[in-house]
């Protein structure tokens, strides 16, 4: 306590300028609030359904759910109380718990796509494992990736150019997302060095409007993999379980070889998996992929209990529900206030841009504008709806888009 | 409860069939099974203290501590009190919580090299962040590795040749730990293409004696580093916090621009981080890394509360201390019995090969003698002594040992 900082050196000023001292630019990486307007918090003292409280003791309505993290709610009991049982008897140890092999029969159980589970810590993790076994299994280098789409933070994927060698990523090549003929065009062009096509669940590239994978696109992709002979990986690391507990392409009829998983499998604790087909298990067993917490056990009792929850709640009907509720609600704003939005992608992972943005004037304005009405959103990041979230919740982020509508109204 | 599989599903035996159906291999990674000989456990059921409780009920002392995270004791209630009530405020959010900005700041206060800090999950987002902050801020391409090192298990540095690509490694040249002349040969090599001069905190290559670095080779590597203007990183991930809580080169007079750490940082919880040079702050300000959970409050908790009693404790002269108790007295086993074996390395950090072992038959029988006698070693990866053993559980363990020596003295 004696040695405790002054109330003012916990506010969230002086926290960033604290973190400027000790972490390079004072945050990195797709947390880092630089990345949104003045006036969105950095650092947070709470956490508790769907409320944030900033470390500046505001509290909003989260519409990000950690960049997709949660989903049964921030501090769900259920899943806190079963990572917490499970870590009194092992936090970690020379081994996995007996819950890996329960949590991998759950997955296997739940999706269709998936004979086999291999458990990590980051969606990168699972992604470039994917990669690996992809090329492990069939002796080829190409992967497919389609342009824009984000698939981790690791030099062959990375956003960024700081650090990345032309080496990193020599055997990419890349297609349009829902464009067929892009596809078939880049899988001739990889020839018989085709290792896998890898798509994202659906198109959710930041700052442009997303796009549901057309069941033609997701047909082809599966076709072409099999002519060719390559493996399809589908990244389900930030779609999973909000689209569809089966898989986000099941509703397609359309089965992945391999699967990467993170994100909300374990409503915010540290997981990510890869599931795939028995045909690739051979050589996920000759990749040698490993991390000192993989075998984490509360991590995986966290899944365990975040799943089973998804599985008997109805979860995804409820997310989209929510979803649509807060999407008409906005559209009818913006209709009244005379402003052109676009909303796209599935409902439970909403993304507003606004016509004629080029600079995002009008997406920053909304969204800090609802932000300091009590609604967390992003300007130009898909959102997440979740379990937590109420009718309750929605209408009252309406009623702070309504203020932040007509501020951009009045804007123009 | 009525859907709980018979307690004969509980057992190793049974897990590992039901692993097999739903996992490639049963298991993947360092802590596969398949690498120990038959008669090791698979599963844990309970880590207390310094005594792992394997899934058929078998408890022994522990030399392992989950292959370097376990530091402070497994399940120590300081370091989980610190975790949960960090947890129960923040699991996750939409940025990170100000445990983080303290955490930079006890890291950057302990660590003379650490001008900031960058948190991650995996001892590999660390050791590649920092080949990809030595890229970037000296717009250069090639990076040295001894040869036989471990720096994580992503394509461009896994010990397998699974799913890896020759150009993942195109920019990767080899030196000899230890090998100045090796080393400054490979500088030259490198030419003004030089990014990085990496290196472990000491060798501790598996299956071969460990190695303390010279003085010499760690001054070169400074020196023909600085000469060359590229960066030199020490992975630090597997020893770091147990040969100095200054960094594992600090004595040796040796400030790296770069280190890699993860393993014991937060006593079993997922954490990593790089540290750096302020040299280096502009170009890892521009690396793009990230991950779901790298902001996750409670790791970071633990980790402090770990850093915090680590350095309350003189916790490394303790564990040197059991170290050298548990070697002096496996050296006197091994001489009364006559059989010829090397320990090598750090005492804290145990290795114990026999001559003329090339199939490491003595070592099996050794170590799993050892097993069946209550001590849980390795017979051909390094050990980890921890602020929780004692002279009772070294002297224990020498009672299994003395046991495991007979038995290998008797297989001649």
């Not at 405790?4 to 973190?19: I, K, N, Q, V, Y």
């Not at 291999?118 to 492990?136: E, H, L, P, Y």
């Not at 009623?399 to 932040?404: G, K, V």
């Amino acid at each position: 306590m004696l040695t405790r900082a002054p109330h003012s050196a916990t506010g969230d000023a002086a926290l960033r300028e604290r973190a400027r001292r000790v972490i390079p630019g004072g945050m990195w990486g797709h947390m880092n609030a630089a990345f949104l307007p003045a006036g969105y918090p950095q650092f947070y003292n709470q956490a508790a359904g769907t409320r944030l409280t900033d470390a500046d003791g505001r509290t909003t309505i989260d519409f990000m759910c950690a960049f997709g993290p949660m989903i049964t709610g921030y501090g769900d009991r259920e899943v806190e109380e079963a990572a917490a049982a499970q870590a009194a008897d092992v936090r970690i140890a020379n081994g996995p718990a007996p819950i890996m092999v329960d949590l991998a029969e759950l997955m296997v159980d739940m999706l269709p796509a998936a004979d086999w589970v291999m458990f990590s810590k980051n969606g990168t993790d699972a992604t470039t494992a994917c990669v690996s076994i992809a090329r492990a299994a069939t002796g080829r280098r190409k992967v497919l990736v389609a342009e824009g789409a984000y698939h981790g933070a690791a030099p062959w994927c990375t956003p960024w150019p700081g650090g990345v060698l032309a080496e990193d990523r020599a055997h990419l090549s890349h297609y349009a997302y829902n464009d067929v003929a892009s596809l078939a065009a880049a899988v001739d062009a990889a020839g018989d060095d085709l290792a896998a096509i890898m798509a994202s669940a659906f198109k959710h590239d930041s700052r442009v409007d997303q796009e549901l994978p057309t069941r033609e696109f997701a047909t082809e992709a599966r076709r072409l993999a099999d002519r060719a002979g390559g493996a399809l990986i589908l990244d389900d690391v930030r779609a999973g379980f909000r689209l569809d507990l089966a898989g986000s392409w099941n509703a397609l009829g359309v089965d992945p070889d391999l699967s990467a998983w993170s994100k909300a499998m374990g409503n915010g604790h540290a997981i990510a998996a890869v599931t795939g087909k028995d045909a690739l298990a051979d050589a996920a067993s000759k990749v040698f992929v490993t991390g000192s917490f993989w075998c984490e056990p509360s991590a995986m009792a966290a899944s365990k209990a975040t799943l089973a929850k998804l599985r008997r709640s109805d979860a995804v009907a409820h997310m989209a529900r929510l979803g649509v509720r807060l999407r008409e609600g906005i559209a009818a704003q913006a209709a009244a206030a005379g402003v052109a939005v676009r909303q796209t992608g599935p409902a439970q992972m909403p993304l507003i841009l606004f016509d004629d943005d080029p600079d995002l004037a009008k997406g920053n304005l909304f969204a800090l504008t609802a932000l300091q009405r009590g609604a967390f959103l992003h300007p130009w990041h898909n959102m997440f709806l979740s379990l937590a979230h109420t009718d309750e919740d929605v209408d009252a982020a309406l009623q702070a888009t309504d203020a932040a509508m007509q501020a951009v109204a009045a804007s123009l």
